[in-house]
């Protein structure tokens, strides 16, 4: 079975605010070729915003990266260094 | 929507405010807040940490709900601005206001000539610019600021297409001409001609042009034992992800005594919409009506389109039927509507029962400064529950949907709509047309100065596509 690329966009009022709200259709924007082996999910606060340690929202996890000041193409050059370790 | 870094800076500094003012710390603080932001040695988006600071200082002017037109002395402190604001019994009258220095950084001649010009032995721009406003100079051609008149030949002829259109984004997407230049090249607005959009604070690069906020004058009420009462215009449910219940909730939990739905004085305005509907239109000899909810278009037609009054609604919008009822039921209550648009700021202020205005971006800001999280935020519902017709007025159709909720089948069928799907220069020409030469087929004009509707209003934070949608799950959930 193929292993898709987890990606969870914070949909918490913090990140949701600073444009979080923008990245909700990323999967739109994904190329063709990898959008098959991504799955965009919308996660309830992940709590990153209580510590500015882990920089400003939004905040975006890709599998267990963190990635902050989140925006499509940020999110999307990230999930491209996964693509080629997913097993087919 | 944050879709630049203007925006991000703005809504931060919005939440900082807040954070101060809920916290009490406003006049204590407030002097620091240009510093922290860009201290010593740090990124300055401009030219450097000292002008950042500067125009920072402006921002939190606005959002003190001070105009920067009527900055007397410099030396005053943001501290005294803020004590002002506390003290001030009447909300700040004004309701956009340009940062100067802020402004300034675009071109006062729409017309660039590139390094692809090669000064060409033809040189057709020269030859053809009826102003004699260019001249070749170190073998490349250059328009004189002070001769050109924006005509735009000499990029049409031009063979190389060395010579581009740059455009003054606010003047470009104003619908009406209200802003331009004065002589030192910042930009001013005209309130002869303003409707109150809020298309030029959107699109500036810049931001330059601000709203004056009445945030702290909210944040003080919400923190005195006086009733304070939220009516959200129905487009916010489409601002998070979170069921209405949820944010109704988060309102409270802000501090608000109550949440009321503005989806209830929609109705009113859809039924008495209908009635005049039947007796103009079907009844009567009028060609067309248009609605009349659209604050922005309400005021673009009494500036620009006079001729078109006697066709627009004399319906009254949904924020004042509301805010109608609850004061009669709450007269000492403070009303404040919750909007995703600069002209009901407008609207409201000529309102004799709305208090303040809370803009959706400045309501988002208030609840991450007191830390709420909407989806954890304790369900509220609201005492009246409001029908699917006034719901579905904050995306584009939906009230001639709702007109039809009160129409009798039969004038239903006789009702043909159409939509004004944002206010521009083509839509404004072509309302201006339907004064003498009505469009057939057309009895109903729908007019949204905003492309989508108010899903579309500059001061939402969700995508308008995703908004719209989630307001029509919302709708559909609604059984009534």
Redesign the interface.
Same mark, same amino acid.
Request: with cysteine; glycine share 4%; proline share 0%.
């Given at each position: 079975m193929k292993k898709k690329i987890t990606v969870q966009i914070c949909t918490g009022t913090n990140c949701y605010v600073f444009g979080g709200a923008n990245l909700l259709d990323l999967e739109k924007n994904l190329p063709s070729e990898v959008k098959e082996k991504v799955e965009v999910k919308g996660a309830t606060c992940l709590g990153f915003c209580k510590d500015k340690k882990y920089g400003k929202a939004p905040f975006v996890l890709v599998e267990d990266e963190l990635v902050s000041e989140a925006d499509v193409h940020k999110v999307i050059k990230k999930v491209m260094q996964y693509v080629d370790k997913v097993v087919d | 929507?944050? !879709?630049n870094n203007a925006i991000?800076i703005k809504?931060e500094l919005i939440t900082k405010i807040s954070q101060l003012a809920f916290e009490g710390r406003l006049v204590e603080e407030i002097d620091k807040v240009p510093i922290e932001k860009f201290p010593k040695g740090g990124i300055s988006t401009r030219c450097c940490v000292y002008k950042s600071r500067a125009i920072t200082k402006y921002r939190i002017m606005a959002l003190l709900g001070f105009r920067v037109e009527d900055e007397e002395d410099e030396l005053k402190a943001l501290s005294e601005y803020a004590k002002e604001g506390l003290d001030r019994q009447n909300v700040s009258p004004h309701v956009l206001t340009v940062i100067d220095e802020a402004c300034s950084a675009c071109v006062r001649v729409n017309y660039f000539v590139t390094n692809a010009c090669k000064g060409c032995l033809a040189r057709p721009c020269v030859i053809n610019c009826p102003k004699g406003a260019i001249e070749i100079r170190d073998g490349q051609a250059h328009i004189n600021p002070d001769k050109c008149v924006n005509c735009g030949l000499c990029m049409k002829v031009c063979p190389y297409h060395a010579i581009i259109y740059v455009p003054v984004p606010c003047e470009d997407i104003c619908p009406v001409g209200a802003i331009s230049k004065d002589e030192t090249g910042k930009e001013h607005i005209d309130y002869e001609k303003c409707i109150y959009c809020g298309k030029c604070m959107v699109v500036c690069p810049f931001s330059a042009i601000v709203e004056c906020s009445q945030l702290i004058d909210v944040i003080k009420h919400l923190k005195s034992d006086r009733k304070v009462i939220a009516l959200f215009a129905p487009a916010l449910v489409g601002q &998070?992800?979170s069921p209405m219940e949820k944010i109704a909730g988060?309102i409270i939990e802000l501090g608000f005594d109550d949440v009321y739905e503005v989806a209830l004085g929609a109705e009113v305005t859809a039924h008495n919409e209908a009635i005049e509907f039947k007796e103009k239109i079907l009844e009567g000899e009028n060609r067309f009506m248009t609605s009349s909810c659209c604050p922005a278009y309400v005021e673009m037609v009494k500036k620009h389109i006079p001729e078109l009054k006697s066709f627009v609604s004399t319906t009254r919008s949904p924020m004042h039927y509301t805010a109608q009822m609850l004061r009669e039921n709450f007269p000492n209550a403070i009303l404040v509507f919750i909007s995703p648009c600069v002209a009901k700021r407008n609207e409201a202020l000529n309102d004799e029962y709305v208090d303040y205005v809370v803009s959706f971006?400045e309501l988002?800001?208030m &609840? #991450?400064a007191k830390g $709420? !999280?909407? !989806?954890?935020a304790e369900e509220y519902v609201p005492k009246q529950r409001a029908y699917k017709s006034g719901r579905g007025f904050p995306v584009i159709g939906g009230v001639s949907e709702a007109l039809k909720y009160y129409l009798s089948d039969d004038d239903k069928q006789k009702l043909s709509p159409m939509t004004i799907d944002g206010i521009n220069k083509k839509s404004i020409n072509l309302l201006k047309s339907m004064v003498n030469r009505p469009l057939p087929n057309v009895n109903f004009v729908e007019a949204m100065a905003c492309e989508g509707g108010c899903v579309g209003g500059p001061t939402v $934070?969700?995508?308008p596509? #995703?908004a719209s949608s989630k307001i029509k799950r919302w709708i559909e959930s609604n059984n009534k």
């Open positions: - | 929507m944050v !879709d991000r809504r &998070f992800q988060a971006e988002g800001c &609840f #991450i $709420i !999280d909407v !989806d954890s $934070i969700s995508l596509k #995703i």
